[in-house]
């Protein structure tokens, strides 16, 4: 048999962290085997899947290191995969399962749903979707005939246990009353992760699984509908879960997750790697710093610890400085430092900002020192000259930040009139909601169109100090920001 393993993520935004973290030990785990490793696009989320994503995913993975055997950029002989360009396998399967008797065809509407979800809740039952969903198949038939909106989902058992076998945690038990019947194909006709992900994993003969542990829930689903196809199930492994240093799971209120994040601040890409090969994992000496082929060398899928391991950027920048120490020539930390962002060629975008405010080129580097850093040394001080309070400022900076996330479109012209709208709706003053932003990415309310900066900075730099001076700010109790995640929807729907 020859091993093979996949890493599967949506182009939905930007490339996260963990994907890179289960992607090094699909990896990692196919090398030790002398196996193949395959990336699959999973875009069944047509409304916020983009090609721009894709494409950044993929240059991420690659500045990493990580190399793929069969993919949507190199081809194979499993393709296509990108899963919109295999809709039409995917209702073929889902019809086999409806002939077989394993799923059925259900006509509820949302509001139909709401209230089985509500009966169920009151009953002291789970309130996934479950129950009386089918209808007589004369019913089904004249639906179909008069062409009403329908899903196809899978029949699940009501009673016993399904016992789930894992690589790391042994047999994992979860009871079929808590497990919901599943949508397989959608109403717009596209899959479910859960109909692709099984069937691709099958014709893409897949034979390990390994995954972060948040997919256990859905694991009973992977299994019943390998038993409905009559197909092998590949072994699963469910990884823990990277956390922030306050043990929560990680996420971008807390710590930056996206890879750019940290190719922008001037972490080297054999230092993340490396960092993310210790996330629950160690070396047999214990040692701290490794490259990837040593990783390759030494790999043993069962030293994974299941203790959910901390994502801690001090940790990091720690690691990063030993590798530039140990790893780098002068010579070519000079070349590390020119392509990081000290080659003045990729400053010609603001040049005739620069130029315009310089008496003399010694005036170049104070001006310009914020578009090379990563965090700035702010404090409270730095906003107290604002015309708002800080509260106001902090909730300014707060719906900036939640509204940025939402974009990514990452044009000045977007950018600001993001602004504008935001500052409408608050009744603010265009200046006076500024001014808070130009301090959190330029470090000064002095500065040229903030909103070129953050175009030149980029999405990942300019969102993580929109976040850090939140925090400078004192940040939010979580009764606070449940009233400002209130008033944020509701000035949205205003200007819907």
């Known amino acids: 048999m020859t091993v093979r393993t996949r890493i599967a993520p949506s182009p939905t935004g930007d490339p996260h962290v963990g994907t890179a973290y289960i992607a090094l030990f699909n990896l990692c785990f196919a090398r030790q085997h002398q196996g193949q490793f395959v990336l699959r696009i999973e875009d069944t989320d047509q409304a916020r899947s983009t090609a721009k994503s894709e494409a950044d995913i993929l240059r991420a993975l690659r500045w990493l290191g990580l190399e793929w055997d069969e993919g949507p950029d190199m081809g194979g002989p499993h393709g296509p995969y990108r899963q919109s360009e295999r809709k039409g396998l995917y209702k073929e399967y889902a019809m086999q399962l409806v002939d077989k008797g394993h799923a059925f065809y259900c006509f509820r509407t949302p509001e139909e749903l709401d209230v089985i979800r509500e009966e169920r809740k009151a009953a002291g039952l789970n309130p996934g979707i479950k129950g009386e969903l089918e209808l007589p198949q004369e019913e089904v038939a004249r639906r179909l005939e008069k062409g009403d909106v329908y899903v196809i989902r899978m029949k699940v058992p009501d009673e016993g246990v399904c016992k789930i076998p894992d690589l790391l945690r042994g047999d994992i038990e979860i009871e079929w009353s808590q497990v919901d019947c599943q949508i397989l194909l959608k109403s717009d006709g596209m899959p479910t992760y859960h109909l692709a992900n099984v069937v691709d994993d099958h014709l893409m003969q897949i034979t390990h699984v390994i995954r972060g542990e948040e997919w256990i829930s859905s694991a009973p689903k992977h299994q019943l509908l390998y038993s409905y196809f009559g197909w092998q199930m590949p072994e699963l492994c469910h990884m823990p879960l990277l956390r922030n240093p306050d043990k929560s799971k990680l996420s971008k209120r807390k710590n930056p997750t996206s890879i750019n ?163 409408k709706v608050m009744e603010l003053k265009m200046g006076d909601f500024m001014f808070p932003i130009f301090v959190a990415i330029a470090g000064t309310p002095n500065s040229w169109s903030i909103m070129e900066s953050m175009e030149f900075i980029g999405p990942d730099l300019a969102r993580a100090r929109l976040r850090e001076a939140v925090n400078i700010l004192g940040g939010f109790s979580k009764k606070g920001l449940k009233k400002v995640e209130k008033e944020f929807v509701e000035i949205n729907k205003s200007v819907a």
């Open 261 to 423: 994040f940290y190719e922008r601040l001037g972490v080297l890409p054999e230092a993340l790697l490396n960092y993310l090969g210790r996330m629950g994992w160690s070396m047999p000496d214990e040692s701290e710093k490794f490259s990837l082929q040593q990783m390759y060398a030494h790999f043993d899928l069962l030293r994974v610890s299941l203790g959910g391991p901390i994502f801690d950027l001090v940790k990091l920048r720690w690691l990063n400085s030993i590798w530039m120490r140990e790893d780098l020539s002068d010579d070519q930390f000079i070349e590390r430092v020119e392509n990081w962002g000290y080659g003045l060629e990729k400053f010609k975008p603001l040049v005739p900002q620069v130029k315009s405010r310089v008496e003399v080129l010694s005036d170049i580097a104070p001006m310009t020192c914020f578009l090379r850093s990563g965090y700035l040394n702010l404090t409270e001080a730095d906003f107290a000259s604002g015309k708002l309070d800080l509260e106001q400022q902090k909730k300014a900076l707060q719906f900036a930040t939640w509204t940025y996330e939402q974009e990514q479109d990452w044009r000045k012209e977007v950018l600001f009139g993001h602004a504008k709208r935001l500052a």
